[in-house]
């Protein structure tokens, strides 16, 4: 039979501490790997061995000071690839299917409105269909 203790190696038995690491340790890891998934094939794989590699470097690591320091940096390396992954979604990409043409404009102007519909009075486009909060308070009019 497999004990706690087996794993380690040690003999000691496992505190508490540091199986909450361990459990902080693996939801960053699943993480990095969901924060990627929009990346292109061949750079995910690339991203997703270097992360590996990254995690693996300190994988035998007990104590629990330099653990949440590790976990701290990755926080920190979280934010550069929500990045990378920003910036290489947001470029445009090039579609097969023609973009269908923009609705049409129309020919009332509807800058003073509130619900962006005519309003035929003036007090009329004051109020506001969705309860925003425009000039003055609401129970001030």
Sequence with gaps: MVTP?????SGAALSFAYFVNRSQVLKQ???FLRE????????????????RAKFDA???ETNPTEVKRHLAYGHSQMQHVRELVNSVSSTPMKSSRPSSPAPPK?????AGTW???PADDVNESQEDIKGRVGKGWPWSR
């Design 58 to 60: 300190t994988r035998h």
């Design 106 to 110: 129309p020919s009332v102007s509807l």
């Design 29 to 31: 890891y699943r993480l």
């Design 36 to 51: 990627i998934r929009p990346l292109a094939r061949d750079t995910r794989l690339e991203v997703q061995h270097t992360i």
């Design 5 to 9: 203790t087996s794993r380690v190696g």
């Design 115 to 117: 619900t962006d519909a």
